[in-house]
């Protein structure tokens, strides 16, 4: 197998980070597979957004390294930042720019050229059923809507790496449950590895690998079945309760 | 490096712009009632006699419209750096940031397209002033343009370097407040003589350490064909300093990203 087939997507190693005496993040590593769809749960507070924030570049670490594909972050940003595709918690469109200008200023930002864009874009939009609103303005959609926008615009520039960061919050169940096929399907298709971040087990349920983060910490890192195995019970949920609660006691 | 990111950021700017018309009026109405009100009221009061770059004696709005061009070029150095703030709240910010592009290019990108809309803006202003009569040199159009492109550089580095401090878009409302100050304390409405004539020695000094009085200047002496060496210093001094400040701001090794925790979950 060649190496960059096994070589890991995402690589974080000892990654910590504190604001104060807070520690947000307190000693991380795990690994996401190349072409694996991996959850990262963990309750609100757990380190979730701050680790995002330093896989993004955004944050700096107090300790540790995350590399992308090779490239480390820190180290070189600009070739970690080209393999990925972000989707961010907090919407993130201008809202008086219309969707397709909306994803051609992404694709500018990631240096596509003119025509190649256009075509990415069309492709995004029939992806995800929204090509008849290209021309709306992003501030007549709705939230479920806007959240398909962005995906189609992390996409565009067909990054192998897609962080997803809560992208389901303030969503319906029905614009929910469409996110989740549309991501599953993507990674099933196009290969594309996906580090989804989120609190909602059901969400991920069918993930390759499962990486519980509490208070800062890895509590669990395997497959679905490993995890409920290892607490002895019958679903992922369960499984997710039983790991938080035991860090819970653990921390009290 | 791309160009292509640095078309991506100026073309939004200039659709956003487009999009909201009432930023050119309100960019205009301002200046052109200075222009016509000031000009009226004190045309008689305020001669201006020969004093270069000007090589007879002009009328007060002749002298002002420099000045006002400095203004337009202020004001829209921090409608930019407003719109970073409003950037930043919204979110957007994240999207430059993470582009796979080194920090202080997109901030020069960013730059770009706030030169872009003062200098369009200001030509504007330009032809409004000629529709109301006021005298320039046939060849000022011209010889204008990079003083108006070098001044509109340093104003929106400035404003660029305010919003690494000024992080919330209320704090910089109050900001907005004092943005005309350093219009007052400059040779934009009157010249430095007129103020030594008075004896008010402080105010001389304030207008002498003003970087802004030195953009007015570059431009009044651009306008009549004529280079000012040492206020394009000055102002190139200023635009370059803050611009260097501003990518260290916002480097998240040692700039003020980073430092607090937002949206922690």
């Known amino acids: 197998m060649p190496a960059e087939m096994t070589a890991a997507a995402v690589a974080v190693a000892g990654l910590s980070k504190g604001y104060g005496r807070v520690k947000a993040l307190d000693d991380v590593s795990f690994a996401v597979p190349t072409g694996s769809v991996t959850a990262l749960l963990g309750l609100n507070g757990a380190g979730k957004t701050t680790l995002f924030q330093i896989l993004t570049g955004l944050f700096v670490a107090d300790a540790g390294r995350v590399s992308v594909f090779g490239d480390d972050i820190a180290a070189a940003p600009v070739r970690a930042l080209g393999h990925m595709g972000i989707v961010f918690q907090q919407p993130v469109l201008d809202l008086d720019l219309t969707v397709r200008q909306n994803l051609a200023f992404h694709a500018g930002l990631h240096g596509l050229k003119r025509h190649r864009a256009a075509a990415a874009i069309a492709a995004g939009l029939a992806r995800f059923r929204i090509g008849d609103l290209a021309a709306r303005r992003v501030r007549e959609l709705s939230g479920g809507t806007r959240r398909k926008v962005e995906l189609a615009r992390a996409l565009v520039t067909s990054p192998r790496l897609l962080l997803l960061d809560e992208p389901s919050q303030g969503l319906d169940t029905r614009s929910r449950s469409e996110l989740v096929a549309d991501v599953f399907a993507l990674a099933a298709e196009r290969g594309t590895t996906v580090l989804w971040a989120t609190h909602l087990v059901a969400e991920v349920a069918g993930a390759d690998r499962v990486v519980v983060l509490h208070r800062g910490r890895v509590a669990a890192d395997g497959t679905p079945a490993e995890l409920i195995a290892a607490e002895g019970v019958d679903s992922l949920e369960a499984a997710f309760l039983a790991i938080a609660r035991s860090g819970a006691a653990e921390a009290a | ?265």
């Open chain 2, 1 to 265: 490096m791309s160009l292509t990111v640095l078309l991506a950021v100026v073309w939004r700017e200039l659709l956003r712009f487009r999009h909201q018309t009432s930023r050119l009026v309100s960019a205009l109405v301002r200046p052109t009632l200075w222009l016509v009100v000031f000009s009226a009221g004190f045309q008689n009061v305020l001669g201006i006699s020969i004093t270069p770059p000007y090589g007879s004696y002009i009328t007060y709005d002749v002298y002002m419209l420099p000045g006002l061009l400095g203004m337009v070029l202020l004001f829209q150095g921090m409608q930019s750096s407003l719109a970073l703030v409003f950037d930043r709240e919204a979110g957007m910010l994240r999207l430059l940031l993470t582009a796979p592009a080194p920090r202080w290019f997109v901030l020069l990108a960013k730059l770009v397209a706030a030169a872009v809309l003062s200098v369009v803006q200001a030509y504007v202003f330009l032809a409004v002033a000629a529709l109301f009569g006021v005298d320039m040199p046939a060849l000022a159009p011209l010889t204008l343009l990079p003083a108006l492109v070098l001044g509109g550089f340093a104003l929106g580095s400035v404003g660029l370097l305010l919003t690494v401090y000024v992080r919330r878009m209320e704090n910089f409302a109050g900001t907005m407040n004092f943005v005309i100050f350093p219009a007052f304390f400059s040779t934009a409405l009157f010249p430095i003589w007129k103020v030594q004539d008075s004896g008010t020695a402080w105010i001389v000094d304030v207008i002498r350490l003003n970087p802004f009085t030195y953009v007015v200047e570059m431009i009044r002496f651009a306008a009549y064909g004529r280079f000012d060496a040492p206020s394009w210093a000055v102002t190139a001094a200023v635009g370059l300093s803050a611009f260097l400040l501003s990518v260290r701001g916002y480097d998240p090794q040692k700039g003020m990203l980073g430092r607090k925790p937002r949206n922690e979950g």
